[in-house]
């Protein structure tokens, strides 16, 4: 599958390390043009391009916003993520640290209003892109132990595709149900938010 990163800072640029060891493909685009990429371009080698936005966009089967929640709003024509799966990787800030005041709305809500015909899926925005890095892979073998990372979303088709991405990645994928009230627990302020759970204390967390 190739996967579109939309946002190359650290997150998303480990990201796409951690894809390509992986054995996936990506496509990788920032607001800056395909033409700042060349280095992490040749750092990944052939399963690796870059693009503008859009046009990762088009390219991809699966697309991941990396981006400040700031930009989301007409970053992309909203033709070019027609019944693509869209994860929502974003993390709403009103200041340094501080959750933004969204009205009792989740982040992702409003991405899926802005990209009304996408398959909205609201995940891997919970890790600090230090653990991203170093925490998957196959070092934690015992059953819950692997690390967790979240999906939230209301295409249960959608919500499979990327917890398959997340298992290929060395971390265990959970799901923390329909996108509004999922989505609220993974987003800044959320109690899931850049708190590493294993999959077990994460399913203990969420059943309890």
């Not at 700042?36 to 690796?48: D, M």
């Not at 929502?88 to 009103?94: M, Q, R, W």
Request: no cysteine; glycine share 12%.
């Amino acid at each position: 599958m190739r996967t579109g990163i939309i946002g190359t800072g650290r997150i998303g640029s480990t990201l796409a390390r951690i894809l390509v060891a992986a054995g996936h493909q990506v496509v990788l685009a920032n607001a800056r043009g395909p033409q700042t990429l060349g280095p992490l371009v040749a750092e990944l080698g052939r399963a690796a391009s870059a693009a503008h936005p859009a046009e990762a966009a088009a390219q991809a089967e699966l697309l991941v916003l990396m981006v400040p929640f700031d930009g989301v709003r007409g970053l992309l024509p909203p033709r070019v993520v027609q019944d693509k799966v869209l994860v929502d990787a974003t993390n709403a800030f009103g200041g340094p640290g501080t959750p933004a005041d969204l009205g009792g709305r989740g982040s992702s809500d409003l991405v899926a209003e802005w990209y009304p015909d996408a398959q909205v899926v609201k995940s891997l925005n919970t890790m600090h892109f230090e653990t991203l890095a170093v925490a998957g892979g196959t070092s934690r073998t015992k059953p819950g132990e692997r690390l967790a990372h979240y999906t939230a979303g209301d295409d249960a088709k959608a919500k499979e595709i990327v917890a398959g991405i997340i298992t290929d990645l060395g971390f265990a994928p959970v799901d923390t149900g329909p996108l509004h009230s999922g989505g609220i627990l993974q987003q800044p302020g959320g109690p899931l938010f850049n708190r590493p759970l294993t999959e077990a204390q994460a399913l203990a967390w969420i059943s309890h």
